[in-house]
C-alpha cells in the first residue's frame, strides 16, 4: 500500500471496529475493540500494532441473545476474558497519541461509541483535534448500493482473504484491506477527511460530531462528494 496522500498528513494511521450490546451508543456498550496501527517503515505503510479486547460490561450488563448470535460473543466470553474499560481506554489514547488519523468503516457509529466509553470510563478530549476518515462514505461514492463491509470485500475481490465475521478484529482487517484496494483504485482518500455522507432520505443517525462536516450522498453519484 502506498498512502501517499495521507502520510504527507499524518504520521500514524489507527483504523478501528467495535461490536456493540446494541445500536444505541448513549445507553449500550462496547463489548470488543479492534485496531490495526499502521505507520510508515523505511518509507513503507506497515502494521505496527494490532489490538483486540472484549470489555467488561457495566454492573448487570449483559450481551443480547441476538448479539451473542451475531458476533458469538457471549456474557461469559466477557465475564472470563474482559478487560477493564479504563483499561481499554488508556490503550486507546496511547494508540492515538500524535498525530494519528482516525479511520473506520462506518465510522460516525464507531466514533459515537468510541465517545461514550472515553466519557464514562476515559478521556475523551484525546479525540480533541483528531482527523477522522470513513471508508464507508468512500465506498459509497464508488459503488452502487448495496454497501455493507461484505459487499466492499466482494467488489475488489477480497474475498477468501479477509471476511466480514461480525468480530471486531477480522472487520477492522477487513477494512485495512479495502483501504489499500480503494488507495490503488483511486488515490484520492485524502479528500474525504473529516467528510462523511449520509442518505438525504434518512439523515445523519444521531448526534453529529462537531470537528465533521456532513453531507448528503445520494446513490445516483455524479460526481465525488468532495466535489459536490
Known amino acids: 500500500m502506498a498512502l501517499e496522500g495521507l502520510f504527507a498528513r499524518y504520521d500514524r494511521l489507527m483504523l478501528f471496529d467495535t461490536e456493540t450490546t446494541g445500536l444505541d451508543y448513549a445507553r449500550d456498550e462496547i463489548i470488543e475493540f479492534s485496531a490495526v496501527v499502521v505507520e510508515q517503515v523505511g518509507g513503507v505503510p506497515t502494521v505496527v500494532k494490532e489490538y483486540d479486547q472484549l470489555i467488561t460490561l457495566s454492573p448487570g450488563g449483559f450481551v443480547p441473545a441476538q448479539i451473542t448470535r451475531l458476533t458469538g ?9 474482559g478487560i477493564p ?4 481506554c488508556r490503550d486507546i489514547a496511547e494508540m492515538i497519541q500524535g498525530n494519528t488519523l482516525l479511520l473506520a468503516y462506518n465510522a460516525h457509529f464507531d466514533l459515537s461509541f468510541l465517545f461514550y ?7 475523551p478530549a484525546i479525540l480533541k483535534g483528531k482527523d477522522k476518515l470513513d471508508l464507508y462514505t468512500v465506498y459509497r461514492d464508488r459503488r452502487n448500493f448495496p454497501h ?14 479477509v471476511v466480514n465475521s461480525h468480530r471486531a478484529i477480522d472487520d477492522v482487517i477487513a477494512t ?3 483501504m489499500e484496494a480503494m488507495e490503488a483504485e483511486k488515490p484520492d482518500l ?11 432520505q434518512y439523515g445523519v443517525s444521531g448526534k453529529k460530531i462537531s470537528s465533521i462536516t456532513y453531507k448528503p450522498q445520494p446513490y445516483d453519484r455524479k460526481k465525488p462528494l468532495y466535489e459536490l
Open 73 to 81: 460473543i457471549s456474557t461469559q466470553d466477557i465475564r472470563e476474558r
Open 85 to 88: 474499560k479504563a483499561r481499554v
Open 117 to 123: 466509553l472515553l466519557l464514562r470510563d476515559g478521556d
Open 148 to 161: 455493507k463491509l461484505a459487499n466492499a470485500i466482494e467488489s475488489y475481490g477480497l474475498a477468501g482473504k
Open 176 to 178: 485495512l484491506a479495502v
Open 190 to 200: 485524502e479528500r474525504y477527511i473529516n467528510l462523511f455522507g449520509y442518505h438525504p
